[in-house]
């Protein structure tokens, strides 16, 4: 039973970390947030949310269709993120250019909370079930000079005890590249689109929308590239004050509740990320989330919470890439993402 709790809390704590600021306000009146989280190492290292840092990796393409490049072309990469408790996630892209339609990335990401026990009022085992989230997305892009534009339909499926609800959602997005410099400006609307079935006796929820917009640039002679993302665009208060916390007394002993200032509502929209590019086989990466660290922080300390830390490794053809991305005091998730190109490996050898 105690397993059992602590697998239902963990459930809780992974949802919550999908919650953008819309869900932070206004907690359970939104589907499919676990379309929030990072599903690559790169991504969850540069802070979870980016828009314009580009790579050899597809799984970007879960941060913005638009970073589909030519590097991606005929690579595959899997991901894996081990969560709390049996909570795991996996993911696989592949990419592919067309001399005509464009550049195309296929993937799939699935989400297993692990197996539940279920009980009636009277505490009497009604037997087992299992909660899972998945997606299947199809993104295409176009470069045309500096710029490159993509878009991804996804659709979506989530299953609790055989009750299943869907949904059909869209991401568009443009990037900028520098035609001689390390400087690139990313823009996307991620996750709009509509629930096409609800749970069994719920209504329809509303997508977990999300406008970002950020920058990547590495100064000329220094080894390190920074990242700097604003997320939830479309709505500048996105903070929670939870109304059960009890705030600080004053000198009169009266009870001073806590208030929202510009200031915090505005950073918990940034995300910062880095890398130290040592090498062109050797990146080392760091990104800060104020918004996760806000919000799951305890009263008394926030840990790791919000902060990531990552490194990429080129050996042969393969591209490695790990990530620890702290969620709690008590602990947080460790991404694994590899690439390799398929087209070299089948093609024929003269």
């Not at 710029?147 to 869209?170: E, I, N, P, Q």
């Not at 000329?220 to 500048?236: G, I, V, Y």
């Not at 004050?241 to 918990?268: F, M, T």
């Amino acid at each position: 039973m105690v397993r059992h709790l602590r697998r239902t809390a963990a459930v809780f704590a992974v949802s919550g970390l999908g919650l953008g600021a819309a869900q932070a306000q206004i907690g359970g009146q939104q589907a499919f947030s676990f379309l929030n989280l990072p599903t690559s190492a790169k991504l969850a290292g540069l802070g979870g949310v980016n828009t314009s840092a580009r790579d050899a990796d597809g799984t970007l393409l879960y941060g913005n269709p638009a970073l589909l490049n030519a590097d991606m072309d005929g690579r595959l990469a899997l991901g894996f993120v081990n969560y709390l408790a049996d909570i795991r996630q996996s993911t696989a892209v592949y990419v592919f250019n067309t001399a005509k339609a464009g550049r195309f990335g296929v993937g799939l990401t699935y989400l297993n909370y692990g197996d539940f026990e279920q009980f009636d009022p009277a505490g009497n085992s009604l037997g087992r079930f299992s909660v899972n989230e998945y997606a299947l997305s199809l993104a295409d892009s176009y470069t045309t000079g500096v710029f490159t534009l993509g878009g991804t339909l996804k659709l979506a499926g989530s299953g609790v005890a055989g009750s299943h609800s869907y949904a059909a959602l869209v991401d568009v997005g443009g990037v900028f590249k520098h035609p001689e410099r390390d400087f690139t400006v990313g823009l996307v609307v991620r996750n709009a689109g509509v629930q096409l079935k609800a749970y069994d006796g719920a209504g329809r929820e509303p997508m977990p929308l999300d406008v970002q917009l950020g920058t990547s640039f590495k100064p000329e002679h220094l080894p390190f590239r920074f990242s700097f993302t604003a997320h939830h665009l479309q709505r500048l208060d996105i903070v929670y004050l939870d109304p059960n916390q009890r705030g600080q007394l004053d000198e009169n002993g009266v009870e001073v509740k806590p208030e929202k200032s510009l200031g915090d509502k505005i950073a918990r929209h940034f995300v910062v990320g880095g890398e130290l590019l040592l090498s062109k086989n050797l990146h080392l990466r760091v990104g800060y989330n104020h918004l996760q660290r806000r919000e799951l922080r305890l009263d008394n300390t926030s840990g790791g919470a919000g902060f990531s830390f990552g490194v990429m490794l080129r050996l042969s053809q393969f591209q490695l890439d790990y990530t620890h991305a702290g969620y709690h005091a008590s602990g947080g998730a460790n991404y694994f993402t590899v690439a390799r190109n398929l087209d070299s490996l089948f093609k024929k050898q003269p």
